[in-house]
Every structure is written in C-alpha cells, then in structure tokens.
C-alpha cells in the first residue's frame, strides 16, 4: 500500500512548488501571501530555494500555500 498516493507534496522538489507558485501568482503577490524578505528583495528562485532549504519554518508556509493554491486553483 503506497501510504503517500493522497500526499500532494509526494514527489514534488522544493523548485518545482517554488516555480508553480511564481508562475501563478508572481513575486509580489508570493511577497503578500507569505512575508519572507526572500520574496521581497531581489527574488530568485535559487536565492529563495537556499533560504527555504536552511529555514524549516518557511518551507513549512510556502508548502502549505502551496495546497492551498493547489485546491483553489482545481
């Protein structure tokens, strides 16, 4: 029994979740709905994917965004 089928992050890389949600929403808006400085200063996704990676509190929001806009967005 694959115990992580109903995990929508199953699978899915820290880049790949980073992108959709650039693509979707853009920096700024990221910027409002989760209020990190690496979404506001000069945004990259290789500058910001090296803050998530080190700060476990803000992977945990954009991953939890991410759902969120996963649901929304059906």
């Known amino acids: ?3 992580q089928k109903n995990n929508p992050l199953h699978g ?3 880049q790949s979740i980073l992108e959709y949600l650039v693509e979707t929403y ?3 808006e990221l910027s409002v709905q989760i209020d ?3 979404f ?3 945004p990259s ?3 910001s994917l090296k803050f998530l990676r ?3 509190w803000a992977r945990q929001k954009v991953e939890s965004f991410y759902l969120y806009a996963l649901r ?3």
């Open 40 to 42: 506001k200063k000069e």
């Open 45 to 47: 996704v290789q500058s």
């Open 36 to 38: 990190i400085n690496c």
């Open 1 to 3: 029994m694959d115990v």
């Open 54 to 56: 080190k700060t476990p």
């Open 72 to 74: 929304k967005n059906k």
């Open 12 to 14: 899915q890389t820290l």
């Open 26 to 28: 853009g920096w700024e």
